[in-house]
Protein backbone atom coordinates (compact mmCIF):
# COMPACT_ATOMS: atom_id res chain seq x y z
CA UNK A 1 0.00 0.00 0.00
CA UNK A 2 1.14 3.69 -1.05
CA UNK A 3 1.77 5.74 2.19
CA UNK A 4 1.57 9.24 2.57
CA UNK A 5 5.14 11.39 3.00
CA UNK A 6 5.50 14.76 4.30
CA UNK A 7 6.89 17.25 1.60
CA UNK A 8 8.13 21.34 2.15
CA UNK A 9 6.30 23.65 -0.12
CA UNK A 10 8.94 24.81 -2.69
CA UNK A 11 7.27 28.03 -3.97
CA UNK A 12 3.65 29.08 -4.30
CA UNK A 13 2.92 30.54 -7.79
CA UNK A 14 0.00 32.83 -8.13
CA UNK A 15 -1.68 31.73 -11.67
CA UNK A 16 -4.95 33.65 -11.57
CA UNK A 17 -6.54 35.92 -8.91
CA UNK A 18 -8.14 32.25 -7.48
CA UNK A 19 -5.52 29.85 -8.18
CA UNK A 20 -1.87 28.87 -6.71
CA UNK A 21 0.35 26.47 -8.27
CA UNK A 22 2.32 24.77 -5.36
CA UNK A 23 5.56 23.03 -6.14
CA UNK A 24 6.87 20.41 -3.35
CA UNK A 25 10.38 19.72 -2.85
CA UNK A 26 10.94 16.20 -3.16
CA UNK A 27 13.97 14.51 -1.04
CA UNK A 28 17.03 12.53 -3.17
CA UNK A 29 16.06 9.60 -1.25
CA UNK A 30 12.12 10.18 -2.65
CA UNK A 31 12.75 11.02 -5.98
CA UNK A 32 11.81 7.44 -7.63
CA UNK A 33 8.97 6.99 -5.42
CA UNK A 34 7.29 10.30 -6.82
CA UNK A 35 8.94 9.87 -10.46
CA UNK A 36 5.44 10.31 -12.41
CA UNK A 37 3.88 10.03 -15.66
CA UNK A 38 1.95 12.89 -17.57
CA UNK A 39 -1.53 13.49 -16.50
CA UNK A 40 -1.33 11.69 -12.77
CA UNK A 41 -2.44 13.35 -9.44
CA UNK A 42 -1.21 13.53 -5.64
CA UNK A 43 -3.57 12.77 -2.65
CA UNK A 44 -2.65 16.00 -0.27
CA UNK A 45 -3.38 15.56 3.50
CA UNK A 46 -3.24 18.67 5.89
CA UNK A 47 -4.75 19.21 9.28
CA UNK A 48 -7.13 22.06 9.23
CA UNK A 49 -9.47 23.25 11.89
CA UNK A 50 -8.38 20.21 14.30
CA UNK A 51 -9.80 18.26 11.15
CA UNK A 52 -7.83 15.73 8.84
CA UNK A 53 -8.53 16.61 5.16
CA UNK A 54 -7.58 14.84 2.11
CA UNK A 55 -7.73 16.22 -1.51
CA UNK A 56 -6.83 14.92 -5.26
CA UNK A 57 -4.69 17.72 -7.19
CA UNK A 58 -3.46 16.83 -10.85
CA UNK A 59 0.19 17.27 -11.44
CA UNK A 60 0.94 19.88 -14.23
CA UNK A 61 4.56 19.57 -15.18
CA UNK A 62 5.69 17.59 -18.02
CA UNK A 63 7.38 14.10 -17.36
CA UNK A 64 11.21 15.48 -17.93
CA UNK A 65 10.63 18.54 -15.63
CA UNK A 66 12.16 17.27 -11.99
CA UNK A 67 8.84 19.59 -10.87
CA UNK A 68 6.11 18.44 -9.02
CA UNK A 69 3.57 20.85 -8.58
CA UNK A 70 0.16 20.57 -8.69
CA UNK A 71 -2.46 23.95 -8.62
CA UNK A 72 -5.33 24.56 -6.32
CA UNK A 73 -7.89 26.74 -7.22
CA UNK A 74 -10.03 28.10 -4.42
CA UNK A 75 -13.62 27.12 -4.26
CA UNK A 76 -15.75 29.17 -2.31
CA UNK A 77 -16.52 27.41 1.13
CA UNK A 78 -13.58 25.13 0.73
CA UNK A 79 -11.64 24.83 3.49
CA UNK A 80 -8.74 22.67 1.78
CA UNK A 81 -8.56 24.90 -0.80
CA UNK A 82 -9.42 28.20 1.06
CA UNK A 83 -6.26 27.44 3.25
CA UNK A 84 -4.14 27.11 0.26
CA UNK A 85 -5.72 30.49 -1.09
CA UNK A 86 -5.19 32.27 2.99
CA UNK A 87 -2.96 30.26 4.90
CA UNK A 88 0.23 28.27 3.17
CA UNK A 89 3.10 29.72 3.30
CA UNK A 90 6.50 28.10 1.84
CA UNK A 91 8.53 26.03 4.20
CA UNK A 92 5.53 24.61 5.41
CA UNK A 93 4.73 20.63 4.96
CA UNK A 94 1.85 18.49 3.69
CA UNK A 95 1.40 14.85 3.38
CA UNK A 96 1.40 13.53 -0.14
CA UNK A 97 0.74 10.01 -1.49
CA UNK A 98 2.74 8.97 -4.51
CA UNK A 99 1.22 9.71 -7.97
CA UNK A 100 -1.52 7.81 -9.06
CA UNK A 101 -3.81 7.95 -12.19
CA UNK A 102 -4.33 6.31 -15.85
CA UNK A 103 -5.05 9.67 -17.36
CA UNK A 104 -2.08 9.65 -19.57
CA UNK A 105 -0.49 9.19 -23.42
CA UNK A 106 -1.40 6.16 -25.12
CA UNK A 107 1.83 4.23 -26.34
CA UNK A 108 4.09 6.38 -28.86
CA UNK A 109 3.69 4.74 -32.51
CA UNK A 110 5.89 4.67 -35.25
CA UNK A 111 5.18 8.16 -37.28
CA UNK A 112 3.63 11.18 -35.80
CA UNK A 113 0.50 11.24 -33.96
CA UNK A 114 -2.22 14.02 -33.13
CA UNK A 115 -4.13 14.53 -30.40
CA UNK A 116 -7.01 16.75 -29.22
CA UNK A 117 -8.20 18.13 -25.74
CA UNK A 118 -10.94 19.67 -23.95
CA UNK A 119 -10.38 21.17 -21.01
CA UNK A 120 -12.62 23.63 -19.28
CA UNK A 121 -11.25 25.64 -16.01
CA UNK A 122 -9.21 23.85 -13.80
CA UNK A 123 -9.61 20.61 -15.62
CA UNK A 124 -6.36 22.20 -17.85
CA UNK A 125 -3.99 21.19 -14.84
CA UNK A 126 -3.65 17.71 -16.19
CA UNK A 127 -3.66 18.64 -20.10
CA UNK A 128 -0.88 20.86 -19.49
CA UNK A 129 1.29 17.81 -18.29
CA UNK A 130 -0.02 15.90 -20.92
CA UNK A 131 0.55 18.26 -23.71
CA UNK A 132 3.92 19.62 -22.75
CA UNK A 133 5.14 15.54 -22.62
CA UNK A 134 3.98 14.99 -25.92
CA UNK A 135 5.29 17.74 -27.63
CA UNK A 136 8.78 17.27 -25.78
CA UNK A 137 8.85 13.78 -25.72
CA UNK A 138 6.96 12.67 -29.26
CA UNK A 139 8.75 14.86 -32.20
CA UNK A 140 6.83 15.29 -35.23
CA UNK A 141 3.26 15.06 -33.19
CA UNK A 142 0.68 17.54 -32.81
CA UNK A 143 -1.33 18.91 -30.06
CA UNK A 144 -4.82 20.85 -30.52
CA UNK A 145 -6.38 22.58 -27.19
CA UNK A 146 -9.71 23.95 -26.79
CA UNK A 147 -9.96 25.12 -23.59
CA UNK A 148 -13.11 27.09 -21.96
CA UNK A 149 -12.87 29.70 -18.85
CA UNK A 150 -15.39 31.87 -17.71
CA UNK A 151 -13.16 35.44 -18.32
CA UNK A 152 -9.84 35.86 -19.97
CA UNK A 153 -8.51 36.72 -16.17
CA UNK A 154 -9.51 33.28 -15.30
CA UNK A 155 -7.26 31.43 -17.37
CA UNK A 156 -5.01 29.06 -15.83
CA UNK A 157 -1.31 28.99 -17.29
CA UNK A 158 -2.33 31.44 -19.91
CA UNK A 159 1.32 32.72 -20.11
CA UNK A 160 2.57 29.06 -20.38
CA UNK A 161 0.12 28.51 -23.06
CA UNK A 162 1.11 31.22 -24.98
CA UNK A 163 4.66 30.38 -24.85
CA UNK A 164 4.17 26.83 -26.09
CA UNK A 165 2.21 28.22 -28.95
CA UNK A 166 5.12 30.59 -30.27
CA UNK A 167 7.56 27.28 -29.09
CA UNK A 168 5.56 24.85 -30.99
CA UNK A 169 3.97 26.54 -33.59
CA UNK A 170 3.83 24.24 -36.23
CA UNK A 171 2.21 21.43 -34.18
CA UNK A 172 0.81 23.15 -31.30
CA UNK A 173 -2.69 24.94 -32.15
CA UNK A 174 -4.70 26.92 -29.27
CA UNK A 175 -8.28 27.54 -28.99
CA UNK A 176 -9.82 29.96 -26.50
CA UNK A 177 -13.67 30.09 -25.36
CA UNK A 178 -14.74 32.54 -22.67
CA UNK A 179 -18.35 32.05 -21.36
CA UNK A 180 -18.22 35.30 -19.40
CA UNK A 181 -16.90 37.89 -21.48
CA UNK A 182 -17.78 39.37 -24.90
CA UNK A 183 -15.51 38.55 -27.76
CA UNK A 184 -15.31 40.03 -31.33
CA UNK A 185 -15.84 36.07 -32.69
CA UNK A 186 -19.18 34.79 -31.54
CA UNK A 187 -17.88 31.20 -31.97
CA UNK A 188 -14.93 31.31 -29.44
CA UNK A 189 -18.24 32.42 -26.55
CA UNK A 190 -19.77 30.27 -24.62
CA UNK A 191 -18.80 26.60 -22.99
CA UNK A 192 -17.23 23.62 -24.16
CA UNK A 193 -20.62 21.75 -23.98
CA UNK A 194 -22.00 19.13 -26.69
CA UNK A 195 -23.33 21.65 -29.28
CA UNK A 196 -19.99 24.06 -29.21
CA UNK A 197 -17.74 20.50 -29.70
CA UNK A 198 -20.15 19.39 -32.69
CA UNK A 199 -19.48 22.71 -34.19
CA UNK A 200 -15.63 22.42 -34.06
CA UNK A 201 -15.53 18.60 -35.33
CA UNK A 202 -18.03 20.50 -38.49
CA UNK A 203 -15.12 22.92 -38.98
CA UNK A 204 -11.76 23.17 -37.00
CA UNK A 205 -11.50 19.38 -37.09
CA UNK A 206 -13.63 18.49 -40.57
CA UNK A 207 -11.49 16.03 -42.31
CA UNK A 208 -8.65 16.46 -39.59
CA UNK A 209 -7.32 12.84 -38.68
CA UNK A 210 -6.60 12.34 -34.85
CA UNK A 211 -4.96 9.64 -33.00
CA UNK A 212 -6.58 10.36 -29.31
CA UNK A 213 -8.72 12.85 -27.77
CA UNK A 214 -8.30 14.23 -24.18
CA UNK A 215 -11.13 15.25 -21.94
CA UNK A 216 -11.02 17.11 -18.26
CA UNK A 217 -12.78 19.34 -16.26
CA UNK A 218 -16.49 18.94 -14.55
CA UNK A 219 -19.02 15.58 -14.56
CA UNK A 220 -21.44 17.71 -17.19
CA UNK A 221 -19.13 18.93 -19.40
CA UNK A 222 -17.18 15.61 -19.68
CA UNK A 223 -20.34 14.05 -20.37
CA UNK A 224 -21.83 16.57 -22.95
CA UNK A 225 -18.03 16.29 -24.75
CA UNK A 226 -17.73 12.98 -25.03
CA UNK A 227 -21.25 12.38 -26.18
CA UNK A 228 -20.69 14.35 -29.03
CA UNK A 229 -17.44 12.47 -29.97
CA UNK A 230 -19.01 9.37 -29.71
CA UNK A 231 -21.87 10.80 -31.88
CA UNK A 232 -19.23 11.33 -34.78
CA UNK A 233 -18.06 8.06 -34.03
CA UNK A 234 -14.95 8.10 -32.66
CA UNK A 235 -14.28 5.03 -30.96
CA UNK A 236 -14.65 5.20 -26.67
CA UNK A 237 -10.97 3.09 -26.57
CA UNK A 238 -9.57 6.81 -27.83
CA UNK A 239 -11.82 9.30 -25.37
CA UNK A 240 -9.62 9.73 -22.30
CA UNK A 241 -11.53 11.68 -19.73
CA UNK A 242 -10.67 12.49 -16.09
CA UNK A 243 -13.71 14.09 -13.66
CA UNK A 244 -13.15 16.36 -11.49
CA UNK A 245 -15.44 16.79 -8.10
CA UNK A 246 -15.93 19.89 -5.94
CA UNK A 247 -14.07 19.68 -2.63
CA UNK A 248 -14.92 15.82 -2.57
CA UNK A 249 -18.28 16.01 -2.36
CA UNK A 250 -20.79 13.29 -4.18
CA UNK A 251 -23.08 14.73 -6.51
CA UNK A 252 -26.96 14.22 -6.20
CA UNK A 253 -26.84 11.46 -8.95
CA UNK A 254 -24.51 9.69 -7.10
CA UNK A 255 -26.37 9.52 -3.74
CA UNK A 256 -29.20 8.26 -5.84
CA UNK A 257 -27.20 5.55 -6.96
CA UNK A 258 -25.91 5.07 -3.68
CA UNK A 259 -29.24 4.20 -2.46
CA UNK A 260 -29.82 1.69 -4.52
CA UNK A 261 -26.40 -0.24 -4.42
CA UNK A 262 -26.93 0.10 -0.15
CA UNK A 263 -30.11 -2.20 -1.12
CA UNK A 264 -27.92 -4.95 -1.55
CA UNK A 265 -25.48 -4.57 1.14
CA UNK A 266 -25.14 -7.67 2.47
CA UNK A 267 -24.48 -8.03 6.01
CA UNK A 268 -21.35 -10.46 7.17
CA UNK A 269 -17.16 -9.97 7.56
CA UNK A 270 -15.04 -7.91 5.73
CA UNK A 271 -11.08 -9.27 5.59
CA UNK A 272 -9.06 -6.48 4.06
CA UNK A 273 -5.19 -6.87 3.71
CA UNK A 274 -3.01 -3.55 4.35
CA UNK A 275 0.88 -3.74 3.84
CA UNK A 276 0.84 -7.30 4.29
CA UNK A 277 -1.47 -7.09 7.67
CA UNK A 278 -4.98 -8.79 7.44
CA UNK A 279 -7.73 -7.26 9.31
CA UNK A 280 -10.62 -8.90 9.73
CA UNK A 281 -14.36 -6.36 10.43
CA UNK A 282 -17.65 -6.85 11.14
CA UNK A 283 -20.21 -5.27 8.79
CA UNK A 284 -23.35 -3.90 8.93
CA UNK A 285 -25.10 -2.37 5.79
CA UNK A 286 -25.85 0.55 7.93
CA UNK A 287 -22.19 1.10 8.31
CA UNK A 288 -22.13 2.00 4.60
CA UNK A 289 -19.30 1.69 2.09
CA UNK A 290 -16.53 -0.67 2.60
CA UNK A 291 -14.25 2.76 3.40
CA UNK A 292 -16.84 3.50 5.79
CA UNK A 293 -16.89 0.01 7.77
CA UNK A 294 -13.04 -0.11 7.74
CA UNK A 295 -12.63 3.27 9.42
CA UNK A 296 -15.08 2.93 11.63
CA UNK A 297 -13.20 -0.04 12.64
CA UNK A 298 -10.02 2.42 13.02
CA UNK A 299 -7.66 0.92 10.27
CA UNK A 300 -5.93 3.77 8.33
CA UNK A 301 -7.16 3.09 4.77
CA UNK A 302 -6.48 5.04 1.59
CA UNK A 303 -8.79 7.32 0.56
CA UNK A 304 -9.23 10.97 -0.88
CA UNK A 305 -12.48 12.21 -3.66
CA UNK A 306 -14.88 9.61 -1.71
CA UNK A 307 -16.73 10.10 -4.94
CA UNK A 308 -15.40 7.02 -7.08
CA UNK A 309 -12.84 9.27 -8.86
CA UNK A 310 -9.64 9.46 -7.63
CA UNK A 311 -8.78 5.63 -7.57
CA UNK A 312 -6.99 6.58 -4.27
CA UNK A 313 -9.22 4.06 -2.10
CA UNK A 314 -9.04 1.05 -5.12
CA UNK A 315 -8.19 -2.59 -3.31
CA UNK A 316 -8.68 -5.92 -5.16
CA UNK A 317 -11.68 -8.71 -4.38
CA UNK A 318 -9.84 -11.84 -3.93
CA UNK A 319 -13.04 -13.70 -2.08
CA UNK A 320 -16.67 -12.65 -2.14
CA UNK A 321 -18.21 -10.17 -4.22
CA UNK A 322 -18.67 -6.27 -4.12
CA UNK A 323 -20.89 -3.38 -6.06
CA UNK A 324 -20.37 -0.49 -6.32
CA UNK A 325 -22.40 2.68 -6.57
CA UNK A 326 -20.64 4.56 -9.40
CA UNK A 327 -16.87 4.52 -10.98
CA UNK A 328 -15.19 7.28 -12.86
CA UNK A 329 -11.65 6.69 -12.09
CA UNK A 330 -10.97 2.64 -12.29
CA UNK A 331 -10.35 1.14 -16.48
CA UNK A 332 -12.87 -1.66 -17.75
CA UNK A 333 -9.76 -4.14 -17.38
CA UNK A 334 -9.20 -2.66 -13.71
CA UNK A 335 -12.79 -4.21 -12.80
CA UNK A 336 -12.79 -7.08 -14.77
CA UNK A 337 -9.21 -7.69 -12.87
CA UNK A 338 -11.17 -7.59 -9.76
CA UNK A 339 -10.51 -4.35 -8.80
CA UNK A 340 -12.98 -1.98 -6.46
CA UNK A 341 -13.72 1.42 -5.22
CA UNK A 342 -13.57 0.86 -1.47
CA UNK A 343 -15.47 4.61 -1.77
CA UNK A 344 -18.33 3.17 -3.44
CA UNK A 345 -18.43 -0.10 -2.74
CA UNK A 346 -20.78 -2.80 -0.62
CA UNK A 347 -20.40 -6.68 -0.35
CA UNK A 348 -22.99 -8.15 -1.66
CA UNK A 349 -21.64 -11.48 -0.09
CA UNK A 350 -21.25 -12.49 3.70
CA UNK A 351 -17.27 -13.05 3.23
CA UNK A 352 -15.35 -10.20 1.90
CA UNK A 353 -12.14 -10.13 1.11
CA UNK A 354 -10.10 -7.44 -0.32
CA UNK A 355 -6.24 -6.49 -0.43
CA UNK A 356 -4.91 -2.86 -0.91
CA UNK A 357 -1.26 -4.17 -1.73
CA UNK A 358 -1.99 -5.48 -5.48
Not at 41 to 61: A, D, M
Not at 297 to 326: F, H, I, N, Q
Not at 347 to 355: A, D, E, G, M, Y
Amino acid sequence: MRKFHSLEVAAIIPETPDAKRIRFAVPAELKELYRYREGQHLTLRKEIGGEELRRCYSICSAVDEDDLSVVVRHVPGGRFSGYVAEHLAVGETIDVLPPLGHFNLPPASEGPQHFVAFAAGAGITPIMSILKTALKSRPGSRFTLFYGNRRAESTIFRDTLSDLKNRYMERFAFYHFLSRQELEIPFFRGRLDGDKVTAILDTLLAGVAVDDWFVCGPGGMIDEVTAALEAKGIAAAHIHSERFTNEGQPTAVSARVAERVQSHATAGRIRAILDGNAHEVDYDPARGNVLAALEAAGLDVPYSCKGGVCTTCRAKVLEGSAEMAVNYGLEPTEVEAGFILTCQAVPTSKRLVISYDE
